[in-house]
T-cell receptor, first 109, second 118 residues
Framework: GQNIDQPTEMTATEGAIVQINCTYQ??????LFWYQQHAGEAPTFLSY??LDGLEEKGRFSSFLSRSKGYSYLLLKELQMKDSASYLC??????????WGAGTKLIIKP | GAVVSQHPSWVICKSGTSVKIECRSL??????MFWYRQFPKQSLMLMAT?????????EQGVEKDKFLINHASLTLSTLTVTSAHPEDSSFYIC??????????????FGPGTRLTVL
């Protein structure tokens, strides 16, 4: 079956760095996405990785290792507004997104 | 990124009535639209995938006669929840993409519709 695993909840301090991991097993691979979702709102796109390596975009970076079925989202210089759920999703061979359950990130002052 | 709208943003209805939710891609032609449902503190659950001009493909466990999907044009898809019941209360989110052949395009999400069935 297809499976996406990520931690349920993480806590970090304002100004610090946090890494959210995601492991996956899917039928085919056409890229891995990270989305941010604030409570009561739709997800917003953060990053897309299809090749191995690190993609940096401002305070957020995303890493992919296809051979290990592993990705992480790195958030630097955390701000209170970064408190949200972070969803990992993999696009399978049918171009369908397989979603993880999301990681709720709590930022403390 | 592209803009996707949903209407209404929230709706309250009586049990047994039907509710229609519209999803529009405002500035691009969406060959494929996806309908998701999200219960509190849970991840997105794909309900169905619809391609313009063809019947929607429903995920296992989703009743196609209860959740009617129409994708009549490249910019509009509708989801109708028929004979809604309290257990259908959820956050319904659509996304739109333009997928052709082996090329990939990002999914753009609508703002979601909060449905409460009394």
């Amino acid at each position: 079956g297809q499976n996406i695993d990520q931690p349920t909840e993480m806590t970090a301090t304002e100004g610090a760095i946090v890494q959210i991991n995601c492991t996956y097993q899917t039928s085919g691979f056409n890229g891995l996405f990270w989305y941010q979702q604030h409570a009561g709102e739709a997800p917003t796109f953060l990053s897309y990785n299809v090749l191995d390596g690190l993609e940096e975009k401002g305070r957020f970076s995303s890493f992919l290792s296809r051979s290990k079925g592993y990705s992480y989202l790195l958030l630097k210089e955390l701000q209170m507004k970064d408190s949200a759920s972070y969803l990992c999703a993999v696009m399978d061979s049918n171009y369908q997104l397989i979603w993880g359950a999301g990681t709720k990130l709590i930022i403390k002052p | 990124g592209a803009v996707v709208s949903q209407h209404p943003s929230w709706v309250i209805c009586k049990s047994g009535t039907s509710v229609k939710i519209e999803c529009r891609s405002l500035d691009f032609q969406a060959t494929t639209m996806f309908w998701y449902r999200q219960f509190p503190k849970q991840s997105l659950m794909l309900m169905a995938t619809s391609n313009e001009g063809s019947k929607a493909t429903y995920e296992q466990g989703v009743e196609k006669d209860k959740f009617l999907i129409n994708h009549a044009s490249l910019t509009l898809s509708t989801l109708t929840v028929t004979s809604a019941h309290p257990e259908d209360s959820s956050f319904y989110i659509c996304s739109a993409a333009s997928i052709s052949g082996s090329s990939y395009n990002e999914q753009f999400f609508g703002p979601g519709t909060r449905l409460t069935v009394l």
